[in-house]
């Protein structure tokens, strides 16, 4: 039997579902990914939560943000902890964007700690994320994932694996 894979969510492609997946199949990639969460397969680390809503209108919040928040409870299951966070980043600060300076926690090095974290009790996690574009003063999350050993995936690749879409 094949192991069953962990997807961790990154910020970037739960706003891709808005960009790629037209308005009519929307409902039934958010019910796959709901299931995935209540299969414990999908997690994200509460900061990709805190990053969608900060994106969000306070009026009209957008779809994704709702996902986002229905399922924090059960998805934010694997927070990691500061020392988990700190040896992630002491392997890739870079990760960071050097010109965020709002005090506001960014995602990256959370979810990759998840990610680690799994991995090293033996689990087949892998990251799903849009950001591949590394510049000279920040690493993509793909990249930092490589350096990690930790697959990863665009959102389009992670529901065509599940047969979400």
């Known amino acids: ?7 961790v969510l990154d910020t970037s492609s739960i706003i891709e579902i808005r960009r790629s997946v037209a308005t009519a ?6 019910a796959g ?12 680390p509460k900061q990709v939560v805190e990053e ?12 994704q943000y709702l996902w ?11 927070d990691p902890s500061l020392q988990e966070v700190k040896d992630v980043l ?18 990256d090095p959370y979810l990759l700690a998840i990610a680690t974290r799994l991995r090293g009790e033996g689990k087949d996690a892998r990251v799903v994320t849009q950001e ?6 920040k690493m993509s999350l793909n990249t930092a994932c490589g350096l990690l050993g930790i697959p ?13 879409r």
Do not use: C, Y
């Not at 199949?25 to 958010?30: E, L, T, W, Y």
């Not at 709901?34 to 994200?44: E, Y």
């Open 152 to 164: 990863s995936v665009p959102l389009s690749a992670f529901l065509k694996f599940e047969k979400i």
């Open 68 to 78: 986002a928040q229905q399922h924090a409870g059960k998805a934010n299951a694997h």
């Open 33 to 44: 990914m709901s299931s995935l969460v209540a299969a414990d397969r999908v997690f994200f």
């Open 1 to 7: 039997m094949a192991p069953v894979i962990i997807w």
């Open 90 to 107: 002491a392997v890739v600060p870079e990760v960071l964007d050097p010109d965020k300076d709002t005090g506001v926690e960014e995602a």
């Open 52 to 63: 969608l809503e900060r994106a969000a209108d306070p009026n009209a919040p957008d779809a």
């Open 132 to 137: 591949t574009k590394d510049t000279p003063r």
């Open 25 to 30: 199949q929307r409902n039934g990639v958010f």
